[in-house]
T-cell receptor, first 110, second 117 residues
Framework: EDKVVQSPLSLVVHEGDTVTLNCSYE??????LLWYKQEKKAPTFLFML????IEKKSGRLSSILDKKELFSILNITATQTGDSAVYLC??????????FGTGTSLTVIP | GAVVSQHPSWVICKSGTSVKIECRSL??????MFWYRQFPKQSLMLMAT?????????EQGVEKDKFLINHASLTLSTLTVTSAHPEDSSFYIC?????????????FGPGTRLTVL
């Protein structure tokens, strides 16, 4: 059965801390792994990863994929209160099906 | 990223009425559109996958006669919740996807909050 597992389920940190969110997957015919940030509305796209070992960066956020060990991490450095959200990981296969993890709820305390 | 719109953004209706939600990809042609629902503090639950011009594929447990999906064009899909009941109250989110250069992306609409009284 195809599945995506995210850890931790929730995390509370102080402003300025660095956090690492994990996403492991078992999906046949893997094509891409996507990270999203969801605040009060629909998820917003962060990164799409298709190749191992290539880090994607956007400001304080970065992500990398390991297709051999079947996982990805999302790093957030120097966290701010505006980073508080649920972070979703999704994996797409060659049939254009997507599998979502349950998300990691991040709370950043001032 | 690509833009996906959803309309309405929120709706309140009486029990027994039908509600139609539109999902549009504004600047690209979506090969596939997905419909999700999300309950508070839970992850996205895929309801159905729809490809333009063909019938939607519903996930197990989702009633196709209750949640009617029409994907008339490459930029528009609609979800109609028929004879809505309070337990149908939820956040409904659509997304649109397209294949390009051997990879796929998925872009979400802003969501529709449905409240059934």
């Amino acid at each position: 059965e195809d599945k995506v597992v995210q850890s931790p389920l929730s995390l509370v940190v102080h402003e300025g801390d660095t956090v690492t969110l994990n996403c492991s997957y078992e999906v046949t015919n893997f094509r891409s792994l996507l990270w999203y940030k969801q605040e009060k509305k629909a998820p917003t796209f962060l990164f799409m990863l298709t190749s191992s070992g290539i880090e994607k960066k956007s400001g304080r956020l970065s992500s990398i994929l390991d297709k051999k060990e079947l996982f990805s991490i999302l790093n957030i450095t120097a966290t701010q209160t505006g980073d508080s959200a649920v972070y979703l990981c999704a994996v797409g296969n060659t049939g254009n099906q997507f599998y979502f993890g349950t998300g990691t709820s991040l709370t950043v305390i001032p | 990223g690509a833009v996906v719109s959803q309309h309405p953004s929120w709706v309140i209706c009486k029990s027994g009425t039908s509600v139609k939600i539109e999902c549009r990809s504004l600047d690209f042609q979506a090969t596939t559109m997905f419909w999700y629902r999300q309950f508070p503090k839970q992850s996205l639950m895929l309801m159905a996958t729809s490809n333009e011009g063909s019938k939607a594929t519903y996930e197990q447990g989702v009633e196709k006669d209750k949640f009617l999906i029409n994907h008339a064009s490459l930029t528009l899909s609609t979800l109609t919740v028929t004879s809505a009941h309070p337990e149908d109250s939820s956040f409904y989110i659509c997304s649109a996807s397209f294949f390009a250069s051997g990879y796929n992306e998925q872009f979400f609409g802003p969501g529709t909050r449905l409240t059934v009284l």
